[in-house]
Protein backbone atom coordinates (compact mmCIF):
# COMPACT_ATOMS: atom_id res chain seq x y z
CA UNK A 1 0.00 0.00 0.00
CA UNK A 2 0.94 3.58 -0.28
CA UNK A 3 2.36 5.83 2.42
CA UNK A 4 -0.66 7.38 4.19
CA UNK A 5 -0.44 10.73 4.61
CA UNK A 6 -2.29 12.57 7.66
CA UNK A 7 -3.00 15.98 7.89
CA UNK A 8 -5.53 17.09 10.40
CA UNK A 9 -8.50 20.07 10.31
CA UNK A 10 -6.52 22.93 12.46
CA UNK A 11 -8.50 23.11 16.15
CA UNK A 12 -9.67 20.60 18.82
CA UNK A 13 -13.22 19.47 18.91
CA UNK A 14 -14.51 18.61 22.22
CA UNK A 15 -18.04 18.21 20.81
CA UNK A 16 -17.71 15.21 19.21
CA UNK A 17 -16.87 11.21 19.85
CA UNK A 18 -13.24 10.86 19.32
CA UNK A 19 -14.15 8.87 16.43
CA UNK A 20 -16.77 10.83 14.73
CA UNK A 21 -13.94 13.91 15.15
CA UNK A 22 -11.69 11.80 13.04
CA UNK A 23 -9.42 14.33 10.87
CA UNK A 24 -8.89 16.47 13.62
CA UNK A 25 -7.89 16.89 17.05
CA UNK A 26 -9.07 16.15 20.44
CA UNK A 27 -6.88 17.33 23.09
CA UNK A 28 -3.81 19.38 23.80
CA UNK A 29 -2.18 21.93 25.96
CA UNK A 30 0.44 25.12 25.51
CA UNK A 31 -0.21 24.76 21.93
CA UNK A 32 -1.96 27.43 18.84
CA UNK A 33 -2.63 26.51 15.06
CA UNK A 34 -1.52 29.27 13.06
CA UNK A 35 -2.25 28.93 8.88
CA UNK A 36 -3.81 25.88 9.93
CA UNK A 37 -0.90 24.19 11.19
CA UNK A 38 -0.09 23.28 15.29
CA UNK A 39 2.77 24.53 17.25
CA UNK A 40 3.63 25.18 20.25
CA UNK A 41 3.05 28.78 22.00
CA UNK A 42 5.44 31.43 23.03
CA UNK A 43 7.23 31.62 26.15
CA UNK A 44 7.16 33.58 29.39
CA UNK A 45 10.13 35.54 31.14
CA UNK A 46 9.49 38.44 34.28
CA UNK A 47 8.98 41.61 33.76
CA UNK A 48 12.17 42.34 35.86
CA UNK A 49 13.01 40.91 39.30
CA UNK A 50 10.74 42.21 41.74
CA UNK A 51 7.45 40.89 43.02
CA UNK A 52 4.39 42.94 44.11
CA UNK A 53 2.08 42.01 47.07
CA UNK A 54 -1.61 40.25 46.34
CA UNK A 55 -3.46 38.84 43.24
CA UNK A 56 -2.99 41.01 40.20
CA UNK A 57 -6.98 40.98 38.48
CA UNK A 58 -6.32 44.01 36.42
CA UNK A 59 -3.69 45.78 33.91
CA UNK A 60 -3.73 48.87 32.47
CA UNK A 61 -1.05 50.96 30.43
CA UNK A 62 -0.64 53.83 29.32
CA UNK A 63 2.32 57.04 27.86
CA UNK A 64 2.08 59.92 29.62
CA UNK A 65 3.02 63.17 27.62
CA UNK A 66 6.63 62.98 28.50
CA UNK A 67 6.31 59.37 26.95
CA UNK A 68 7.18 57.87 30.02
CA UNK A 69 5.60 54.09 29.92
CA UNK A 70 3.34 53.67 32.79
CA UNK A 71 1.57 50.09 33.99
CA UNK A 72 -0.91 49.99 36.48
CA UNK A 73 -1.32 46.74 38.42
CA UNK A 74 -4.70 46.45 40.59
CA UNK A 75 -4.07 43.54 43.13
CA UNK A 76 -5.78 42.28 46.13
CA UNK A 77 -4.28 44.29 48.05
CA UNK A 78 -2.91 47.70 47.02
CA UNK A 79 -2.62 49.25 43.65
CA UNK A 80 0.64 50.18 41.85
CA UNK A 81 2.34 51.79 39.02
CA UNK A 82 4.99 50.24 37.49
CA UNK A 83 7.78 52.16 35.20
CA UNK A 84 11.00 51.07 35.22
CA UNK A 85 10.48 47.76 36.76
CA UNK A 86 9.37 49.49 39.61
CA UNK A 87 6.26 49.30 41.67
CA UNK A 88 5.16 52.33 43.13
CA UNK A 89 2.77 51.64 45.89
CA UNK A 90 -0.12 54.75 45.15
CA UNK A 91 -2.55 52.85 46.59
CA UNK A 92 -5.06 55.50 48.40
CA UNK A 93 -5.34 56.31 52.31
CA UNK A 94 -8.59 55.55 53.67
CA UNK A 95 -8.15 57.54 57.12
CA UNK A 96 -5.54 59.22 59.30
CA UNK A 97 -5.50 59.41 63.18
CA UNK A 98 -4.85 62.54 65.26
CA UNK A 99 -1.79 62.47 66.81
CA UNK A 100 -1.68 59.98 70.31
CA UNK A 101 -4.86 58.22 68.78
CA UNK A 102 -2.58 54.97 68.51
CA UNK A 103 -0.92 53.56 71.35
CA UNK A 104 1.37 49.93 71.22
CA UNK A 105 1.60 47.67 74.12
CA UNK A 106 4.40 44.85 73.55
CA UNK A 107 5.00 41.50 75.91
CA UNK A 108 8.42 40.22 76.21
CA UNK A 109 9.92 37.27 74.28
CA UNK A 110 6.85 38.05 72.05
CA UNK A 111 7.25 39.79 68.13
CA UNK A 112 3.04 40.73 68.34
CA UNK A 113 2.64 44.27 68.94
CA UNK A 114 -0.82 44.78 70.07
CA UNK A 115 -1.77 48.47 68.16
CA UNK A 116 -5.31 50.17 70.06
CA UNK A 117 -6.88 52.92 67.85
CA UNK A 118 -10.63 53.47 68.90
CA UNK A 119 -12.94 52.46 66.05
CA UNK A 120 -9.95 52.16 63.21
CA UNK A 121 -12.01 50.28 60.93
CA UNK A 122 -9.10 47.97 59.96
CA UNK A 123 -9.86 44.70 58.56
CA UNK A 124 -6.91 41.23 58.80
CA UNK A 125 -4.41 42.04 56.04
CA UNK A 126 -4.58 46.04 55.66
CA UNK A 127 -1.82 48.14 55.66
CA UNK A 128 -1.25 51.22 57.94
CA UNK A 129 2.08 53.29 58.00
CA UNK A 130 3.09 54.59 61.81
CA UNK A 131 5.03 58.24 62.07
CA UNK A 132 5.76 59.63 64.78
CA UNK A 133 6.03 56.99 67.47
CA UNK A 134 9.04 57.13 70.39
CA UNK A 135 10.60 53.48 71.03
CA UNK A 136 8.95 50.95 73.65
CA UNK A 137 12.01 51.19 75.48
CA UNK A 138 13.93 48.42 74.43
CA UNK A 139 14.33 46.06 71.16
CA UNK A 140 10.77 47.89 69.85
CA UNK A 141 12.83 50.93 68.84
CA UNK A 142 11.54 53.89 66.84
CA UNK A 143 12.58 52.89 63.84
CA UNK A 144 10.75 49.59 64.47
CA UNK A 145 7.46 50.80 64.77
CA UNK A 146 7.55 53.99 62.37
CA UNK A 147 7.11 51.70 58.84
CA UNK A 148 4.59 50.17 56.86
CA UNK A 149 2.66 46.90 58.91
CA UNK A 150 0.02 44.70 57.28
CA UNK A 151 -2.26 43.56 60.08
CA UNK A 152 -1.96 39.96 61.44
CA UNK A 153 -5.25 40.15 63.35
CA UNK A 154 -8.24 42.62 63.82
CA UNK A 155 -9.13 41.72 67.57
CA UNK A 156 -11.61 44.35 68.17
CA UNK A 157 -13.18 47.54 66.17
CA UNK A 158 -10.62 49.30 68.89
CA UNK A 159 -7.78 46.99 68.18
CA UNK A 160 -5.52 44.59 66.39
CA UNK A 161 -1.93 42.83 66.13
CA UNK A 162 1.16 43.48 64.19
CA UNK A 163 4.15 41.83 63.97
CA UNK A 164 7.38 43.80 64.78
CA UNK A 165 9.77 43.71 62.10
CA UNK A 166 13.33 45.88 61.36
CA UNK A 167 13.82 47.73 58.15
CA UNK A 168 15.22 45.00 56.51
CA UNK A 169 11.80 42.94 57.56
CA UNK A 170 13.44 40.55 60.20
CA UNK A 171 11.00 39.61 62.95
CA UNK A 172 12.17 41.62 66.37
CA UNK A 173 10.57 40.51 69.57
CA UNK A 174 10.29 42.51 72.23
CA UNK A 175 12.36 42.18 75.28
CA UNK A 176 11.39 42.73 79.13
CA UNK A 177 12.04 46.85 78.87
CA UNK A 178 9.97 47.30 76.03
CA UNK A 179 7.13 49.11 78.80
CA UNK A 180 6.10 52.20 76.78
CA UNK A 181 3.03 52.52 74.77
CA UNK A 182 4.92 54.46 71.83
CA UNK A 183 4.09 58.53 72.91
CA UNK A 184 1.38 60.91 72.49
CA UNK A 185 2.67 61.59 69.04
CA UNK A 186 2.07 58.93 67.34
CA UNK A 187 0.06 58.85 63.83
CA UNK A 188 -1.73 55.72 61.73
CA UNK A 189 -1.74 56.54 58.50
CA UNK A 190 -4.83 53.57 57.06
CA UNK A 191 -5.04 52.28 53.36
CA UNK A 192 -8.16 51.61 52.16
CA UNK A 193 -9.72 48.04 53.25
CA UNK A 194 -7.81 45.29 50.84
CA UNK A 195 -10.01 42.79 49.12
CA UNK A 196 -10.59 38.98 48.77
CA UNK A 197 -8.76 36.95 46.21
CA UNK A 198 -11.64 34.66 46.78
CA UNK A 199 -15.88 35.12 45.74
CA UNK A 200 -17.84 35.19 48.95
CA UNK A 201 -21.64 35.15 48.44
CA UNK A 202 -24.40 34.49 51.16
CA UNK A 203 -28.39 34.71 50.45
CA UNK A 204 -31.49 36.13 51.91
CA UNK A 205 -32.55 39.35 53.15
CA UNK A 206 -30.29 42.41 53.95
CA UNK A 207 -27.83 41.05 51.91
CA UNK A 208 -25.80 43.06 49.69
CA UNK A 209 -27.28 46.23 48.16
CA UNK A 210 -31.05 46.44 47.28
CA UNK A 211 -31.73 45.30 44.40
CA UNK A 212 -28.23 43.70 43.69
CA UNK A 213 -29.13 40.25 41.76
CA UNK A 214 -32.82 38.58 41.39
CA UNK A 215 -35.29 37.03 43.82
CA UNK A 216 -33.36 33.97 45.70
CA UNK A 217 -29.91 35.09 44.08
CA UNK A 218 -25.86 35.43 46.07
CA UNK A 219 -24.57 38.88 46.49
CA UNK A 220 -21.41 39.64 47.94
CA UNK A 221 -21.44 39.95 51.65
CA UNK A 222 -20.22 43.49 52.04
CA UNK A 223 -17.73 45.57 49.58
CA UNK A 224 -15.24 44.81 52.32
CA UNK A 225 -15.48 41.07 52.04
CA UNK A 226 -15.56 41.19 48.57
CA UNK A 227 -12.82 39.92 45.56
CA UNK A 228 -10.77 42.94 44.80
CA UNK A 229 -11.43 43.34 41.30
CA UNK A 230 -9.88 46.72 39.86
CA UNK A 231 -11.04 48.85 36.58
CA UNK A 232 -9.07 51.47 35.59
CA UNK A 233 -8.85 54.57 32.96
CA UNK A 234 -7.15 57.47 32.11
CA UNK A 235 -8.56 61.31 32.23
CA UNK A 236 -5.83 63.21 30.25
CA UNK A 237 -2.69 62.19 31.72
CA UNK A 238 -4.07 61.71 34.89
CA UNK A 239 -5.46 57.97 35.82
CA UNK A 240 -8.81 57.11 37.97
CA UNK A 241 -9.37 53.97 39.62
CA UNK A 242 -12.17 52.07 41.46
CA UNK A 243 -12.09 48.83 42.94
CA UNK A 244 -15.39 47.14 42.33
CA UNK A 245 -18.25 48.20 44.96
CA UNK A 246 -15.49 51.04 46.44
CA UNK A 247 -14.41 54.45 45.96
CA UNK A 248 -13.43 55.97 42.66
CA UNK A 249 -10.04 57.38 42.89
CA UNK A 250 -7.49 59.95 40.93
CA UNK A 251 -3.89 59.96 40.57
CA UNK A 252 -2.12 62.76 38.73
CA UNK A 253 0.48 62.86 36.86
CA UNK A 254 2.24 65.56 37.80
CA UNK A 255 2.62 64.53 41.74
CA UNK A 256 4.74 61.96 40.83
CA UNK A 257 5.09 58.20 41.40
CA UNK A 258 5.94 59.07 44.92
CA UNK A 259 2.04 60.05 45.93
CA UNK A 260 -0.87 58.46 46.27
CA UNK A 261 -4.31 58.39 44.79
CA UNK A 262 -6.96 60.62 46.01
CA UNK A 263 -10.69 59.89 46.56
CA UNK A 264 -12.27 61.70 43.81
CA UNK A 265 -15.04 63.74 45.83
CA UNK A 266 -12.95 64.93 47.97
CA UNK A 267 -10.51 66.79 45.54
CA UNK A 268 -10.89 70.37 45.42
CA UNK A 269 -13.57 71.62 43.22
CA UNK A 270 -15.05 68.20 43.05
CA UNK A 271 -19.42 68.58 42.84
CA UNK A 272 -21.10 65.48 43.60
CA UNK A 273 -18.79 62.86 42.47
CA UNK A 274 -19.88 59.65 43.23
CA UNK A 275 -18.16 58.20 46.09
CA UNK A 276 -18.39 53.80 45.11
CA UNK A 277 -19.00 52.48 42.12
CA UNK A 278 -19.03 49.31 40.27
CA UNK A 279 -16.45 50.52 37.31
CA UNK A 280 -15.49 53.51 35.69
CA UNK A 281 -14.55 53.88 32.20
CA UNK A 282 -13.81 57.47 30.16
CA UNK A 283 -15.72 57.96 26.74
CA UNK A 284 -13.01 58.49 24.33
CA UNK A 285 -14.31 61.49 21.54
CA UNK A 286 -16.65 62.80 24.46
CA UNK A 287 -14.62 63.32 26.92
CA UNK A 288 -16.64 61.93 29.82
CA UNK A 289 -16.07 60.23 32.93
CA UNK A 290 -18.20 57.04 33.47
CA UNK A 291 -19.02 55.58 36.76
CA UNK A 292 -21.07 52.70 36.54
CA UNK A 293 -23.10 51.47 39.81
CA UNK A 294 -23.02 55.06 41.23
CA UNK A 295 -24.10 55.77 44.04
CA UNK A 296 -26.86 58.32 43.26
CA UNK A 297 -27.83 62.01 44.08
CA UNK A 298 -29.95 62.70 47.24
CA UNK A 299 -30.17 66.49 47.66
CA UNK A 300 -26.76 67.89 47.75
CA UNK A 301 -25.14 64.93 48.18
CA UNK A 302 -24.38 61.19 47.80
CA UNK A 303 -25.96 58.26 49.27
CA UNK A 304 -22.51 56.69 49.73
CA UNK A 305 -24.31 53.43 48.39
CA UNK A 306 -23.98 51.41 45.14
CA UNK A 307 -26.95 51.59 43.05
CA UNK A 308 -26.24 48.34 40.72
CA UNK A 309 -27.91 49.83 37.42
CA UNK A 310 -27.21 53.62 37.22
CA UNK A 311 -24.60 55.10 35.34
CA UNK A 312 -23.65 58.29 36.39
CA UNK A 313 -21.23 60.75 33.90
CA UNK A 314 -19.62 63.96 34.19
CA UNK A 315 -19.51 67.06 32.03
CA UNK A 316 -17.63 66.78 29.16
CA UNK A 317 -13.56 67.63 29.95
CA UNK A 318 -14.55 67.43 33.48
CA UNK A 319 -14.25 64.68 35.42
CA UNK A 320 -14.97 66.86 39.13
CA UNK A 321 -18.28 67.92 38.16
CA UNK A 322 -21.29 65.06 38.26
CA UNK A 323 -23.99 67.64 39.07
CA UNK A 324 -26.52 67.74 36.26
CA UNK A 325 -27.20 71.79 35.45
CA UNK A 326 -28.45 72.85 32.25
CA UNK A 327 -25.42 74.72 31.57
CA UNK A 328 -23.24 71.11 31.44
CA UNK A 329 -23.27 67.63 29.83
CA UNK A 330 -23.29 65.81 33.28
CA UNK A 331 -25.92 63.61 34.17
CA UNK A 332 -27.03 59.97 34.74
CA UNK A 333 -29.18 57.13 33.72
CA UNK A 334 -30.48 54.09 34.93
CA UNK A 335 -30.83 50.62 32.86
CA UNK A 336 -33.49 48.30 33.86
CA UNK A 337 -33.16 44.59 32.09
CA UNK A 338 -30.78 42.53 34.90
CA UNK A 339 -29.83 42.68 38.24
CA UNK A 340 -26.83 44.85 38.22
CA UNK A 341 -24.41 46.38 35.87
CA UNK A 342 -21.66 43.48 35.35
CA UNK A 343 -18.87 44.89 33.18
CA UNK A 344 -18.75 47.44 30.27
CA UNK A 345 -16.18 47.98 27.40
CA UNK A 346 -15.30 50.56 24.62
CA UNK A 347 -16.16 49.83 20.99
CA UNK A 348 -16.28 51.96 17.93
CA UNK A 349 -18.10 55.01 18.82
CA UNK A 350 -19.99 53.30 21.93
CA UNK A 351 -19.33 51.93 25.08
CA UNK A 352 -20.50 48.16 25.61
CA UNK A 353 -22.30 47.48 29.08
CA UNK A 354 -23.92 44.45 30.83
CA UNK A 355 -25.58 43.28 33.65
CA UNK A 356 -26.05 39.67 34.66
CA UNK A 357 -28.71 39.18 32.09
CA UNK A 358 -28.32 41.71 29.10
CA UNK A 359 -26.49 43.70 26.74
CA UNK A 360 -27.11 47.61 26.28
CA UNK A 361 -25.04 49.64 24.17
CA UNK A 362 -24.50 53.33 25.19
CA UNK A 363 -23.27 56.28 23.14
CA UNK A 364 -22.68 60.16 23.05
CA UNK A 365 -26.28 61.99 21.42
CA UNK A 366 -25.22 65.50 22.76
CA UNK A 367 -27.56 68.19 24.52
CA UNK A 368 -29.76 67.54 26.51
CA UNK A 369 -29.76 64.01 26.83
CA UNK A 370 -26.34 63.64 26.12
CA UNK A 371 -25.72 59.78 26.05
CA UNK A 372 -28.74 57.65 24.50
CA UNK A 373 -28.56 54.13 25.63
CA UNK A 374 -30.04 51.17 23.80
CA UNK A 375 -31.30 47.41 24.61
CA UNK A 376 -29.19 45.21 22.27
CA UNK A 377 -29.68 41.53 23.92
CA UNK A 378 -31.27 40.05 26.53
CA UNK A 379 -30.25 36.55 27.75
CA UNK A 380 -26.18 36.57 27.30
CA UNK A 381 -25.06 38.44 30.31
CA UNK A 382 -21.35 38.97 31.06
CA UNK A 383 -19.87 35.80 33.20
CA UNK A 384 -17.35 38.22 35.11
CA UNK A 385 -16.01 42.07 34.84
CA UNK A 386 -13.20 40.93 32.99
CA UNK A 387 -14.59 38.64 30.60
CA UNK A 388 -15.14 40.46 27.81
CA UNK A 389 -12.35 41.84 24.62
CA UNK A 390 -12.62 44.11 22.40
CA UNK A 391 -10.58 42.72 19.08
CA UNK A 392 -10.60 44.25 15.19
CA UNK A 393 -13.33 41.86 14.03
CA UNK A 394 -16.16 42.07 16.95
CA UNK A 395 -16.05 42.15 20.86
CA UNK A 396 -15.83 38.80 22.68
CA UNK A 397 -17.91 37.97 25.34
CA UNK A 398 -18.20 35.23 27.59
CA UNK A 399 -22.04 34.40 29.59
CA UNK A 400 -22.57 31.45 31.42
CA UNK A 401 -23.90 29.95 28.49
CA UNK A 402 -21.24 30.03 26.19
CA UNK A 403 -18.95 32.78 23.88
CA UNK A 404 -20.33 35.45 21.58
CA UNK A 405 -19.15 38.49 19.67
CA UNK A 406 -21.06 42.06 18.85
CA UNK A 407 -20.66 43.40 15.50
CA UNK A 408 -23.73 45.71 15.55
CA UNK A 409 -25.46 42.69 17.08
CA UNK A 410 -25.30 39.74 19.15
CA UNK A 411 -24.23 36.03 18.20
CA UNK A 412 -22.99 33.21 19.48
CA UNK A 413 -20.10 31.67 18.41
CA UNK A 414 -20.12 28.31 17.33
CA UNK A 415 -17.54 26.83 19.34
CA UNK A 416 -15.97 23.40 19.11
CA UNK A 417 -14.63 23.26 23.15
CA UNK A 418 -18.36 24.80 24.45
CA UNK A 419 -19.85 21.67 26.66
CA UNK A 420 -16.17 20.70 27.73
CA UNK A 421 -15.49 24.24 28.94
CA UNK A 422 -18.22 25.48 31.03
CA UNK A 423 -19.25 21.61 32.55
CA UNK A 424 -15.89 22.80 33.41
CA UNK A 425 -16.11 26.13 34.87
CA UNK A 426 -16.50 26.95 38.67
CA UNK A 427 -19.59 28.44 38.68
CA UNK A 428 -18.88 29.54 41.95
CA UNK A 429 -15.82 31.71 41.00
CA UNK A 430 -16.84 32.77 38.13
CA UNK A 431 -16.11 36.76 38.60
CA UNK A 432 -12.52 35.73 38.12
CA UNK A 433 -12.96 34.34 34.32
CA UNK A 434 -11.13 36.88 32.00
CA UNK A 435 -10.39 37.75 28.39
CA UNK A 436 -7.48 38.74 26.46
CA UNK A 437 -6.19 39.58 23.03
CA UNK A 438 -3.01 38.19 21.22
CA UNK A 439 -3.68 40.27 18.35
CA UNK A 440 -0.40 39.19 16.88
CA UNK A 441 -1.54 35.26 16.21
CA UNK A 442 -5.26 36.70 15.90
CA UNK A 443 -6.58 34.77 19.49
CA UNK A 444 -8.47 35.98 22.30
CA UNK A 445 -7.67 34.46 25.24
CA UNK A 446 -10.37 33.09 27.86
CA UNK A 447 -9.21 31.99 31.29
CA UNK A 448 -11.45 30.59 34.13
CA UNK A 449 -11.06 28.35 37.30
CA UNK A 450 -11.91 24.53 36.69
CA UNK A 451 -13.94 22.40 38.75
CA UNK A 452 -11.70 19.71 38.17
CA UNK A 453 -8.70 21.57 38.97
CA UNK A 454 -10.65 22.16 42.51
CA UNK A 455 -8.79 25.19 43.37
CA UNK A 456 -11.06 27.94 42.94
CA UNK A 457 -8.61 29.77 40.87
CA UNK A 458 -7.79 30.23 37.44
CA UNK A 459 -6.21 27.48 35.97
CA UNK A 460 -7.15 26.70 32.53
CA UNK A 461 -7.80 28.98 29.24
CA UNK A 462 -9.32 28.68 25.88
CA UNK A 463 -7.99 30.11 22.94
CA UNK A 464 -10.31 31.40 19.91
CA UNK A 465 -8.55 32.44 17.07
CA UNK A 466 -10.85 34.64 15.16
CA UNK A 467 -9.06 35.16 12.09
CA UNK A 468 -9.10 31.37 11.04
CA UNK A 469 -12.10 30.19 13.35
CA UNK A 470 -10.92 27.50 15.63
CA UNK A 471 -9.91 27.00 18.94
CA UNK A 472 -7.85 25.27 21.28
CA UNK A 473 -7.17 24.41 25.38
CA UNK A 474 -4.59 24.33 27.76
CA UNK A 475 -3.89 24.78 31.47
CA UNK A 476 -1.93 27.72 32.42
CA UNK A 477 -2.18 29.76 35.56
CA UNK A 478 -2.93 33.63 34.84
CA UNK A 479 -4.90 35.97 36.99
CA UNK A 480 -4.94 39.17 34.20
CA UNK A 481 -4.19 39.69 30.90
CA UNK A 482 -3.11 42.65 28.84
CA UNK A 483 -1.99 42.80 24.76
CA UNK A 484 0.64 43.97 23.08
CA UNK A 485 0.31 47.57 21.92
CA UNK A 486 1.86 50.13 24.24
CA UNK A 487 3.74 46.52 25.88
CA UNK A 488 6.01 45.10 22.58
CA UNK A 489 4.51 42.00 24.10
CA UNK A 490 1.53 40.72 26.12
CA UNK A 491 1.89 41.27 29.59
CA UNK A 492 -0.07 38.69 32.32
CA UNK A 493 -0.02 38.11 36.03
CA UNK A 494 1.18 35.03 37.92
CA UNK A 495 2.73 33.61 40.56
CA UNK A 496 5.97 32.17 40.88
CA UNK A 497 7.74 30.31 44.12
CA UNK A 498 4.93 32.31 46.00
CA UNK A 499 5.62 35.70 44.98
CA UNK A 500 3.32 38.09 42.57
CA UNK A 501 4.97 38.97 39.41
CA UNK A 502 4.00 39.99 35.75
CA UNK A 503 5.46 37.93 32.83
CA UNK A 504 6.09 38.61 29.42
CA UNK A 505 4.59 36.37 27.00
CA UNK A 506 5.67 35.24 23.21
CA UNK A 507 8.94 35.95 24.86
CA UNK A 508 10.90 33.39 23.55
CA UNK A 509 10.01 29.62 24.09
CA UNK A 510 10.55 28.51 27.69
CA UNK A 511 8.71 28.83 30.64
CA UNK A 512 10.74 31.25 32.54
CA UNK A 513 14.22 29.82 32.63
CA UNK A 514 13.15 25.99 32.15
CA UNK A 515 11.94 24.02 29.20
CA UNK A 516 7.98 24.28 29.06
CA UNK A 517 6.74 20.63 29.95
CA UNK A 518 3.33 19.21 29.43
CA UNK A 519 3.03 20.01 25.84
CA UNK A 520 1.24 18.49 23.52
CA UNK A 521 -1.35 17.33 21.07
CA UNK A 522 -3.50 14.66 20.31
CA UNK A 523 -5.48 13.43 17.64
CA UNK A 524 -8.85 12.34 16.79
CA UNK A 525 -9.10 8.30 15.91
CA UNK A 526 -7.69 7.71 12.41
CA UNK A 527 -9.18 4.81 10.57
CA UNK A 528 -6.22 2.73 9.81
CA UNK A 529 -6.44 1.94 5.64
CA UNK A 530 -10.10 1.47 5.01
CA UNK A 531 -10.74 0.75 8.87
CA UNK A 532 -12.85 -1.94 8.30
CA UNK A 533 -9.56 -4.16 8.22
CA UNK A 534 -6.69 -5.02 10.36
CA UNK A 535 -3.72 -3.53 9.09
CA UNK A 536 -0.24 -3.35 10.29
CA UNK A 537 1.32 0.36 11.12
CA UNK A 538 5.21 -0.35 10.39
CA UNK A 539 6.45 2.83 9.72
CA UNK A 540 6.17 6.61 10.51
CA UNK A 541 7.97 9.39 8.33
CA UNK A 542 7.26 12.78 10.69
CA UNK A 543 7.33 16.19 9.02
CA UNK A 544 8.47 18.44 12.37
CA UNK A 545 9.77 21.61 12.04
CA UNK A 546 11.80 22.70 14.78
CA UNK A 547 12.74 26.42 15.51
CA UNK A 548 15.36 27.45 18.38
CA UNK A 549 16.24 30.68 19.23
CA UNK A 550 19.40 31.91 17.11
CA UNK A 551 21.49 32.41 20.76
CA UNK A 552 20.90 29.06 22.19
CA UNK A 553 22.52 25.74 20.76
CA UNK A 554 20.27 22.69 21.78
CA UNK A 555 19.46 19.21 20.09
CA UNK A 556 16.13 19.78 20.69
CA UNK A 557 13.11 16.67 20.17
CA UNK A 558 9.54 15.80 20.54
CA UNK A 559 7.97 12.48 21.59
CA UNK A 560 6.07 10.56 19.12
CA UNK A 561 3.27 8.21 21.01
CA UNK A 562 1.18 5.98 18.99
CA UNK A 563 -2.14 4.63 20.76
CA UNK A 564 -4.55 1.99 19.13
CA UNK A 565 -7.79 0.62 19.55
CA UNK A 566 -10.24 -1.75 17.21
CA UNK A 567 -13.56 -0.55 18.09
CA UNK A 568 -14.72 3.28 19.10
CA UNK A 569 -15.66 1.67 22.17
CA UNK A 570 -12.31 0.25 23.55
CA UNK A 571 -9.61 1.93 25.52
CA UNK A 572 -6.52 3.31 24.23
CA UNK A 573 -3.17 1.45 24.07
CA UNK A 574 -0.09 3.03 23.74
CA UNK A 575 1.98 1.11 21.82
CA UNK A 576 5.13 3.12 21.61
CA UNK A 577 6.77 6.31 22.48
CA UNK A 578 9.80 7.50 19.99
CA UNK A 579 11.76 10.31 20.27
CA UNK A 580 11.91 12.44 16.72
CA UNK A 581 14.66 15.20 16.36
CA UNK A 582 16.00 17.76 13.60
CA UNK A 583 17.48 14.68 11.43
CA UNK A 584 14.84 11.27 12.01
CA UNK A 585 13.70 10.48 8.96
CA UNK A 586 11.27 7.57 10.04
CA UNK A 587 10.70 5.98 13.00
CA UNK A 588 10.13 1.58 12.32
CA UNK A 589 6.80 0.64 14.10
CA UNK A 590 4.33 -2.24 14.23
CA UNK A 591 1.10 -1.92 15.42
CA UNK A 592 -2.01 -4.06 14.54
CA UNK A 593 -4.83 -2.04 14.97
CA UNK A 594 -8.31 -0.95 13.24
CA UNK A 595 -7.99 2.89 14.54
CA UNK A 596 -4.72 4.80 15.71
CA UNK A 597 -4.12 8.03 17.49
CA UNK A 598 -1.09 10.11 17.09
CA UNK A 599 0.25 12.26 19.97
CA UNK A 600 2.94 15.05 19.50
CA UNK A 601 4.69 15.93 23.18
CA UNK A 602 7.31 17.79 24.19
CA UNK A 603 10.20 15.74 25.38
CA UNK A 604 10.27 16.62 28.90
CA UNK A 605 13.36 14.38 29.74
CA UNK A 606 15.71 16.14 27.61
CA UNK A 607 19.03 17.19 29.10
CA UNK A 608 18.29 20.55 30.27
CA UNK A 609 20.06 22.33 28.21
CA UNK A 610 18.66 20.67 25.15
CA UNK A 611 14.99 21.73 26.62
CA UNK A 612 15.61 25.16 25.85
CA UNK A 613 14.95 27.75 23.57
CA UNK A 614 12.91 26.00 20.65
CA UNK A 615 9.70 25.73 19.67
CA UNK A 616 8.20 22.65 17.02
CA UNK A 617 5.24 23.12 14.38
CA UNK A 618 3.95 20.25 12.94
CA UNK A 619 3.36 19.38 9.01
CA UNK A 620 1.83 16.39 7.55
CA UNK A 621 3.14 13.37 8.74
CA UNK A 622 2.92 9.61 6.81
CA UNK A 623 2.85 6.47 7.88
CA UNK A 624 3.48 3.19 6.20
CA UNK A 625 0.19 0.76 6.65
CA UNK A 626 0.17 -2.45 5.31
CA UNK A 627 -2.82 -4.51 5.46
CA UNK A 628 -3.47 -7.64 7.90
CA UNK A 629 -7.03 -9.22 7.31
CA UNK A 630 -10.33 -9.44 9.22
CA UNK A 631 -9.34 -11.46 11.95
Not at 42 to 57: E, M, Q, V
Not at 197 to 212: E, H, K, P, Q
Not at 256 to 277: E, F, H
Not at 316 to 340: D, K, M, V
Request: charged share 20%; with cysteine.
Amino acid sequence: MPLQTLDFKPGIDKEATDYSAKGGWVDGNLVRFRKGRVEKIGGWAKLGTNAFLGICRALHSWIELGGTRYLGLGTTFKYYIEEGNAYNDVTPIRSTTGAGDVTFAATDGSSTITVTDTGHGAVNNDFVTFSGAATLGGNITAAVLNQEYQISLVTSANAYEITAKDTAGATVTANSSDTGNGGSSVVGAYQINVGLDVYLASTGWSVGTWGDGGWGSTSPTSNVNQLRIWTHDNFGENLIINPRGGGIFRWVDSGGLGTRAQKLSTVSGANLVPTVGLQVITSEVDRHLIVLGADPISGSSRTGTVDPMLVAFSDSENELEFEPLSTNSAGSLRISSGSFIVGATKSRQEILIWTDTSLYSMSFIGPPLTFAVNLVNEGAGLIGPKATVTAPSGVFFASKTGFYVYNGAVQKLPCTVQEYVFNDLDLTQAFKCHMGLNSEYGEMWFFYPSIEDGTQEISRYVIYNYEENHWSIGSLVRYAWLDAGIEDTPFATATDSSEQFVFQHESGYDNLDAGMSGVFIESADIDVGSGEDFSFVRKIIPDVRFISESSVSNNPAVNFVLKRRNYPSDPLVTDSTSQIAASTQFKNLRSRARQIVLRFESDDDLPSGDALGYKWRLGSTRVDVQPSGRR
